[in-house]
């Protein structure tokens, strides 16, 4: 049973930078869809930036809005999930969740969520 936890959230100042973490554990062996999703005040979740940890985690894609300031990435041990954010903008505020999918990148195929890590922007 694969559970993932976040953290690393908090409130800083535009401009400044927060790197996220997500524990993975109970994971299998196979291959996942890694991904971190968003949801800001009022508003619907939306996916942020997500790899495939197969083909040597080549497989990255990031939403437009975050493109050049975030990045995702894993530690070697493929236990812990990152999103190194920089350049942080108010518009960035919202709850940070990581995310696991088996077979693809839709969001109804993400199974596995973490109860969500607050960042704040001002």
């Known amino acids: 049973h694969v559970q993932l936890v976040e953290s690393g959230g908090g409130s800083v100042q535009a401009g400044g930078s927060l790197r996220l973490s997500c524990a993975i554990s109970?994971?299998?062996?196979?291959?996942?869809?890694l991904a971190w999703f968003r949801q800001p005040p009022g508003k619907e979740r939306e996916g942020v930036a997500a790899?495939?940890?197969?083909?040597?985690?080549?497989?990255?894609y990031y939403d437009d809005s975050v493109k050049g300031r975030f990045t995702i990435s894993q530690d070697n041990s493929k236990n812990t999930l990152f999103l190194q954010m920089n350049s942080l903008e108010p518009e960035d505020t919202a709850m940070y969740y990581c995310?696991?999918?088996?077979?693809?990148?839709?969001?109804?195929?993400?199974?596995?969520w973490g109860q969500g890590t607050q960042v704040t922007v001002s």
């Open positions: 995310a696991g999918s088996r077979y693809g990148l839709c969001v109804a195929m993400f199974t596995y």
């Open positions: 109970g994971r299998s062996n196979e291959n996942y869809f």
């Open positions: 790899m495939y940890t197969g083909f040597g985690g080549g497989n990255i």
